[in-house]
């Protein structure tokens, strides 16, 4: 037993130890902050990285500039990053502990090295931005092919929006992948044609600034849709100069754009972005395809603490179609692949937008961001898939048609924090909003050659509420950080059926309590490793949940991923993750047919691997690999395949840019022979198809050409298993029915920067 003396002693050394550790806390732990400014522009820049390599603690300069990162040591490596500008080292000295750092960034063509492995849920995407920059979208509809493991098919004449396949899901025009752009949704709830609906054509390409996007069910501000992913495009906020192109090639095909400069000042600017699109198309009845785009945008920014935005954008397109084809018409040589059955196929569209979104910094680590969107919409479209199956005389048209208003908003607050010790980093994210759909005269009715309404089959009007909350919390500690959060929806569906011959209204709600859960280990600054789960949804059409007494609302989507990302090199990035997906319920509306037809439960099992690199300063290779396993899981062994679920897809490319003022890239897209039904007795055909294009510029102008289908392949894009019946024949046919692939297509471009 210890004396008091010894035992004070004792305790006086214990407290002496605790002092000098503390002292050597404070000695070694400190805070830089400074001002991060672009050397083009002289004004500061925002989303700037600042990453401490040595601890992995990031953050990103906020709308003035300013950083602030703590937990630094004398001697560690601070990199400063961002896309599209040179990155930059410091080595700390003590000596800046004690003033701030003023960082000024060159610009520079975007590289895979100025992106680094940070822990963040969705790092990918950073890295993806790269294709985008290197390589362009050069039309509205290869916006979603540049997401990896992402395939989209056209099937109407290039007015209606896009079938897309995404980690086992037959996705159709939206069902399983949530799209916004600038913050306004682009899936449309409860329409006329099918759940989901994301008709991006409203987009002009070259007005894309950089692509947000992530796999799986595992993000807190992702709501409705989000089951297989999601997609958040983001326009430009100003231009560097003013853009007139010319586009022309084979079928009648035009296309014109302008991007001019309306305001260019020290705090505001603004532009207007215009196109035009014609086309005949490649069928042999003329498409007679128009489009016109017209987009205005105002960008404020006091580079202090407050920046805001507000677009108004204008979409409207109007098209003929020959729509989807039996292999039997062509194999008996009633028509060849780009003839038709029924040539009055069609419709048109339009789409208003007003988007303001507003960003306001209440200190160095609080910020509140708030949005507001209005769109005006209108749909009409014509089809015929069966020909003459139920109606032999007049034939088996029909006409979809709404008219909608869209209102929405959101606000979201950030705030971070280090705990007391300095020896961990706490993000937290809160939010809510709403979406509100007003659509009027939601109708499906038997038609004649788009004039006579023979029946109509549904005719209502759909009011539809989604109420949202959602809170996301982010703990770094040294190697390891964890991400968990939820999202709270609450929705209201509303259906007055317009056929009933007295007031007919049905009403129906729901809430819906959706966890995740990232986690995220740091091996080292090259490599990441992480895994995800996390509870999603789609909601179901308004008529069908008020059909259905509520039954079947908000079917749940579980769904996990496990994977690394890893950069062996600063210009080689590999991505791979096995992931897994339970859906409680694939339970849509068909609109096409006016009916439900639920699928019951669904399990899907996947590998994805994707590499990026960079073999020179000019020189750029891409490609991803994805397989999924998607079976039913309440059907027997051999009756248990998922329709069009593809189970092998592939896509990417090599392309180049600045060389001797040459740039251009040769791309591919693939996919793997399908099953079209349920036992696999109906086959839709893969493909392999290849793009090419090839620019050159001197001075401000450039000219150039690109290729579709460089070598002339013989594809379908879009297939079906579909009973039909022809004209002439006494009984029905099942089999597949589909829209041709675009053969060789060529078209020149030229286009002058002022």
């Not at 700390?92 to 895979?112: D, G, R, W």
């Not at 789960?533 to 259905?548: C, I, K, P, Q």
Request: glycine letters at 8%.
């Amino acid at each position: 037993m210890l004396s008091p003396i010894k035992r004070k002693k004792s305790l006086k050394n214990k407290i002496s130890l605790l002092v000098f550790l503390l002292i050597i806390c404070i000695v070694n732990a400190h805070e830089i902050n400074g001002i991060i400014i672009s050397e083009d522009t002289g004004k500061p820049l925002q989303g700037v990285g600042v990453y401490n390599k040595t601890t992995g603690y990031y953050m990103y300069s906020n709308v003035s500039g300013y950083f602030e990162l703590d937990d630094v040591s004398e001697n560690d490596t601070i990199y400063f990053y961002r896309l599209g500008y040179e990155t930059q080292e410091l080595v700390i000295k003590e000596s800046q502990f004690i003033s701030s750092i003023n960082m000024t960034l060159k610009i520079s063509p975007a590289s895979l090295d100025q992106v680094l492995i940070v822990s963040k849920a969705n790092v990918l995407s950073t890295f993806f931005n790269v294709d985008l920059k290197t390589s362009p979208v050069k039309s509205s509809q290869e916006i979603l092919r540049k997401i990896p493991g992402l395939i989209i098919g056209q099937h109407a004449g290039g007015g209606k929006a896009e079938q897309i396949f995404l980690r086992g899901f037959d996705i159709d025009h939206g069902t399983d992948i949530a799209i916004d752009v600038d913050g306004m949704p682009v899936n449309m709830v409860s329409h006329a044609h099918g759940q989901g609906y994301a008709d991006m054509h409203f987009i002009i390409p070259e007005t894309i600034d950089n692509i947000d996007f992530g796999k799986g069910t595992y993000y807190a501000d992702k709501g409705n849709f989000n089951t297989a992913g999601y997609v958040d495009i983001n326009t430009k906020k100003t231009i560097d100069d003013n853009v007139i192109s010319i586009e022309t090639g084979q079928f009648n095909t035009l296309r014109a754009l302008n991007m001019t400069r309306i305001i260019d000042e020290e705090t505001s600017s603004a532009y207007i972005a215009s196109e035009l699109m014609l086309s005949d198309g490649v069928f042999e009845s003329p498409q007679n395809f128009n489009r016109i785009n017209v987009m205005g945008r105002y960008n404020f920014n006091n580079y202090k603490d407050e920046s805001f935005n507000m677009a108004m954008s204008h979409f409207q397109s109007k098209w003929d179609a020959s729509g989807q084809i039996p292999i039997r018409a062509v194999e008996n040589g009633l028509i060849n692949r780009f003839g038709a059955i029924d040539d009055t196929e069609g419709g048109n569209t339009s789409r208003s937008n007003f988007w303001i979104n507003h960003n306001k910094q209440l200190d160095e680590h609080s910020s509140i961001k708030s949005s507001v969107f209005l769109s005006k919409y209108d749909f009409e479209l014509y089809s015929n898939f069966t020909f003459f199956l139920e109606d032999p005389v007049n034939g088996d048209q029909i006409h979809q048609k709404e008219d909608r208003t869209i209102f929405g908003a959101k606000t979201t607050f950030d705030h971070s924090f280090h705990l007391e010790d300095h020896d961990a980093q706490l993000k937290y994210k809160l939010g809510a909003g709403f979406r509100y759909d007003d659509v009027n005269d939601v109708q499906l009715s038997k038609t004649l050659n788009r004039q006579t309404i023979l029946e109509r089959l549904a005719y209502g009007n759909i009011d539809e509420l989604n109420a949202f909350s959602f809170a996301d919390l982010t703990y770094k500690k040294n190697k390891w950080t964890l991400n968990p959060g939820f999202r709270l929806d609450y929705f209201k569906f509303d259906y007055e059926n317009l056929l009933a011959t007295s007031y007919d209204n049905k009403s129906e709600n729901k809430v819906l309590f959706s966890p995740k859960l990232n986690i995220i280990y740091a091996a080292s600054p090259k490599l990441q490793l992480f895994t995800k789960t996390g509870l999603g949804y789609h909601s179901n059409d308004t008529r069908v949940v008020t059909a259905n007494n509520g039954k079947e609302v908000l079917p749940t989507a579980f769904g996990t991923d496990i994977g690394l990302i890893m950069k062996p090199m600063d210009r080689l990035v590999i991505n791979a993750a096995l992931w897994s997906l339970f859906l409680q319920q694939e339970f849509v509306y068909v609109g096409d047919a006016g009916i439900v037809e639920p699928s019951g439960k669904t399990k899907r099992y996947g590998a994805d691997l994707g590499l990026r690199y960079q073999l020179t300063d000019w020189l750029f290779f891409n490609t991803d690999v994805n397989y999924t396993y998607a079976r039913s899981s309440e059907d027997p062994k051999g009756q248990d395949y998922i329709p069009l679920a593809p189970d092998l897809t592939s896509s990417g490319g090599l392309n180049f840019k600045n060389l001797n003022n040459f740039s251009g890239g040769l791309s591919y897209r693939f996919i793997k022979d399908r099953p079209a039904n349920e036992d696999n007795s109906i086959v839709a055909e893969g493909y392999f198809i290849t793009d090419f294009n090839l620019n050159y510029t001197h001075k401000n102008w450039t000219v150039g050409f690109i290729v579709e289908n460089l070598f002339d392949t013989e594809w379908n894009e879009a297939q079906f298993a579909t009973e039909s019946r022809l004209f002439n024949e006494v009984t029905p046919v099942e089999e597949i029915h589909f829209t041709p692939g675009t053969p060789f297509f060529l078209r020149g471009k030229v286009s002058v920067r002022f």
